[in-house]
């Protein structure tokens, strides 16, 4: 049995290793900054990025032999010892990636009989090859002739003429799916094939020969269902296509490339994301674009600059899905004044100004659906004007609302945060939640295409950008007496899970959603002891692995049983101390055991470690939120754990301002709160 002197010196020494672990944290942020005020690190993805990278710049002839060489270098440093590239760390081996990668380093130069090609070779046939690979994976071999266009869906440019009442229309897509899809009617209309030797084939990747290959769609759903539907529309525009009569299609098609022309970015890039920008050069370059014309000149020499990451000596090169500078700097401002740094220090300031150089006083396609409000949002990306980020917004409100300036400067301070909070506010949908770049964009008919079988075409609300923003509305003092307020609550309230937590749309997965969701209960004075905030309090402490952290694997998106189930990981775990935290667990043995196992996996630089991926771009879903039940093997929508239609993400900064931040509130809350617990049952 402890004594109360040991109890107290135990106390003494963790306040002392907290308070150390905060100075180094500190001062590893502001060694980091950039001398613009913002902070920035990598957004690692998964290899196809670079892989298709190196199939884009083959069909633009646009090839420079040393990147290609630093590309190919990286790919083959991402193979796993069994042959295969995956969709995140520690997760299985993918076909579809597997399969692009094999093929970029076929088209590079390195030969059937390498070992590692050997490797993955015998993995993807091992998987049904070629045929069974996702649609966008098909796209991209049909452009090289590797694939047969007949085996891609039919999407016809007319649908640019679809006025947005209808069901579908291309404003019925999410942000990233529009700008992902207009370009991609030229490529499935066109059907372009860029030759490639003979060398660089990869027919050894068919279980059958080519021509036995079925080429038709996968089934998907009942005959009399919306899947069969739109498998019966496909059939039929597979006839119009056909036909010679298609009087609208050279105004469609100007229509589009009119449409992808007027998304270019001023970095180069369409919609701050590396999708939609390969796909509108293939687009382009199809309709006749030389590699001259600003458009093209400015779209190639893009993904050369802050886009492309050297490591390794020089000797490698990776190839970014998005750039996060915004959110990196919201998310460590926000940690350093949550560990106590003054909020007008220098540092803290120079962000505060870069921040407000970045709001967005230009519209975009958001206002299709919120037509009346006035711009005031900002980007996740250093150049992304037309598609405004719902939750980088909200938080640096938050953090402009904290952040000190002298008294001629604040104006400007003060006037971009009205504007912010009134296109905010002016953005919640008719459920009371927030999506991330879209207003009710909720239509799930659209999901239901042929073409949808990667990623997420939809944007509606989720629970973590809810809570996001209903944290930054309590911090500048709205309450439940607001019926903002009121209605954000009511959709957080529907969106908990039975047992207590709250799905994490943009970050894994549930530790992170219920992260979110109790700070921001907190915020606008909800009383923390209810019974559904004592569930998610109960779900963490039991999700708590035995090492004192947290951690979720990926996987817990396709497999239920892994929810709050994974290695412990410094994001994962801050998340957790956050919502503990917030729930008023100042005390409790858990947040204890939380905070000691960040204080002891902090590295002497001031920094954690965390190979995991922990943020996510797409669960695989389709529809942009959990499925109302997940798809058995067998069905053509089921993803297993290696996601094949998800994408995972890494965030390289995530690792160190989380736990900065938990670490900071901890700190604050433990001095003011003494030792008094919660009062949930104390684990045994």
């Not at 069909?59 to 995956?86: C, H, M, N, Y």
């Not at 239901?448 to 809570?467: H, K, N, Q, Y």
Request: net charge negative.
């Amino acid at each position: 049995m402890t004594s109360e002197s040991e109890s107290q010196a135990q106390v003494k020494q963790l306040g002392e290793a907290v308070a150390q672990a905060i100075r180094l944290s500190q001062e590893h942020f502001l060694r980091v900054q950039y001398p613009e005020g913002y902070w920035w690190d990598e957004l690692e993805s998964n290899p196809t990025m670079e892989a298709e990278h190196l199939l884009l710049t083959y069909f633009l002839d646009a090839v420079e032999p040393e990147r290609w060489r630093k590309i190919v270098a990286d790919i083959r440093s991402r193979q796993r010892d069994d042959g295969t590239w995956g969709m995140y760390y520690g997760g299985p081996g993918d076909l579809s990636t597997s399969v692009e990668c094999y093929f970029a380093l076929k088209l590079a130069g390195v030969p059937a009989d390498d070992p590692a090609m050997r490797s993955a070779r015998e993995f993807i046939l091992s998987r049904g090859g070629v045929p069974r690979v996702r649609i966008f994976t098909k796209i991209w071999l049909s452009l090289f002739g590797q694939w047969e266009w007949k085996g891609t869906p039919v999407m016809p440019p007319e649908l640019m003429f679809l006025p947005t009442w209808s069901p579908i229309n291309i404003y019925a897509f999410s942000s990233w799916a529009r700008a992902t899809i207009v370009p991609m009617l030229i490529l499935l209309t066109r059907h372009p094939v860029k030759p490639v030797p003979e060398s660089a084939r990869i027919d050894e990747l068919y279980p059958v020969p080519r021509e036995r290959v079925d080429y038709s769609l996968p089934r998907r759903g009942r005959p009399f269902s919306w899947a069969g539907f739109f498998r019966g529309l496909d059939k039929a525009l597979r006839l119009y296509e056909r036909s010679p009569l298609k009087p609208l299609r050279g105004l469609a098609i100007r229509k589009a490339e009119q449409w992808i022309v007027a998304h270019q970015e001023a970095d180069g890039s369409w919609g701050g994301i590396q999708p939609p920008w390969v796909y509108s050069l293939l687009a382009l370059k199809t309709l006749g674009y030389p590699n001259d014309h600003p458009v093209m000149q400015k779209g190639i020499q893009g993904f050369k600059e802050a886009w492309s990451l050297c490591y390794d000596g020089g000797e490698k090169l990776r190839v970014q899905a998005c750039l996060s500078p915004l959110w990196d700097t919201c998310l460590a401002m926000m940690a350093l004044l949550d560990s106590g740094m003054a909020p007008d220090h220098p540092a803290l300031q120079r962000a505060a100004r870069w921040l407000l150089d970045e709001q967005i006083s230009t519209g975009g396609d958001w206002q299709v659906k919120a037509k009346r409000a006035e711009p005031g949002g900002w980007a996740f990306e250093f150049e992304n004007d037309l598609y405004p980020d719902i939750d980088d917004t909200s938080i640096i409100v938050i953090d402009l609302h904290r952040v000190r300036f002298q008294p001629q400067e604040d104006y400007r301070r003060a006037a971009a945060i009205r504007r912010g909070v009134a296109w905010l506010l002016a953005m919640q949908s008719s459920n009371g939640g927030w999506a991330s770049f879209d207003k009710d964009n909720t239509n799930t008919l659209v999901a239901r295409l042929p073409f949808c079988d990667f990623g997420e075409v939809l944007d509606p609300p989720s629970a973590d950008v809810t809570a996001h923003v209903l944290e930054m509305l309590g911090r500048l003092g709205y309450d439940k007496s607001s019926p903002v307020v009121r209605r954000a609550l009511g959709y957080l309230r529907k969106e908990q899970e039975p047992d207590g937590p709250w799905f994490g749309r943009w970050g894994v997965n549930y530790v992170y959603g219920t992260g979110a969701v109790l700070p921001a209960l907190q915020a606008v004075g909800e009383d923390m002891s209810q019974p559904y905030v004592r569930r998610a309090v109960q779900w963490l402490v039991d999700h708590q692995d035995p090492d004192g952290g947290w951690g979720e694997s990926c996987a817990s998106y396709v497999d239920p049983s892994l929810r709050g189930r994974g290695e412990s990981t410094a994001s994962q775990t801050a998340w957790a101390l956050l919502a503990l935290l917030a729930a008023g667990e100042v005390a409790h043995p858990a947040t204890e055991r939380g905070v000691r196992y960040l204080v002891e996996t902090q590295r002497q630089d001031g920094t954690w470690d965390e190979p995991q991926f922990t943020g996510c771009g797409f669960p695989g879903y389709g529809i942009g939120d959990q499925p109302e039940r997940y798809p058995p093997p067998g069905d053509p929508a089921w993803q297993g754990l290696e996601l094949g239609a998800g994408f995972m993400i890494n965030y390289h900064m995530y690792r160190d301002y989380f736990p900065l931040a938990a670490l900071g509130r901890y700190r604050k809350l433990f001095h003011n709160s003494g030792s008094v617990s919660g009062g949930i049952p104390t684990p045994t």
